[in-house]
């Protein structure tokens, strides 16, 4: 079984207005580097084999404290990426509301099936991200892996992976701070199993690195 770390990039500048940031490249907010410098101050204990990225620059940077300190090489894989939000990039929630009442609606009911106009589906940002978890597992299988993405698809992939339903994401997890770490055992359960067991073992969930178990 591999180890999984997810972490969630640093703060943007698109934070203090609830901007929806999917494939958009934003930057890190000066508070957002002094939070990779903190995932990367844990790494140094963590015994990783391998740092995983998404290839935004946000995912990235925030990654480069980690890859400094553990002198590990950078993964970039493209699979990795947020959702995209298509016409809702940029936007707030309010002004989702004026521009596309209908669809806004209906992605609040179930977000992981309808996405907002023109964008990507979560359950379809499922599909591409999942091999990632398997490939490393097969590369890796009693390795340590941080992999540093983003809100949304983390939310995403980890309902999936225990056995949850995707569209409950944002009512179930609210909530994911950033470079905040996820610690996941996967896979947990054997394929006969995972019909009654989820596939993974959460040992953690959104735990700020300065209290994050290595």
């Known amino acids: 079984m591999t180890t999984f770390y997810l972490a969630r990039h640093g703060e ?36 990783l084999d391998a740092i995983v990225a998404s290839p935004l620059s946000r995912a990235r940077r ?3 404290p980690s890859v400094e300190t553990t002198g590990l090489a950078l993964r970039v894989d493209d699979r990795l990426v947020e959702i995209d939000f298509g016409d809702g ?17 209906a992605f609040c009911r179930a977000p992981a099936s309808n996405p907002l106009p023109g964008g990507e589906s979560g359950r379809d940002g499922i599909a591409r991200a999942l091999p990632v978890f398997d490939e490393l597992v097969e590369e890796f299988p009693e390795g340590r892996v941080l992999i540093v993405a983003h809100a949304t698809l983390i939310r995403l992939l980890f309902c999936e992976l225990a056995g949850m339903d995707p569209d409950g994401y944002r009512d179930l997890l609210p909530v994911l701070g950033n470079c905040s770490i996820t610690t996941i055992v996967y ?23 300065g209290r994050a178990a290595v």
């Open 62 to 64: 925030s990654a480069a």
């Open 89 to 105: 990039e940029g936007l707030t929630p309010d002004e989702l509301v004026e521009r596309f009442p209908e669809e806004w609606a």
């Open 12 to 47: 943007t500048t698109w934070h203090a207005d609830h901007r929806y940031a999917g494939n958009s490249d934003v930057p890190l907010t000066r508070h957002g580097l002094g939070q990779a410098a903190a995932l990367g101050a844990w790494a140094v204990d963590a015994n």
């Open 187 to 209: 896979p947990w359960a054997t394929e006969s199993q995972l019909t009654s067991h989820p596939r993974i073992r959460l040992l953690g969930f959104d735990v700020p690195p």
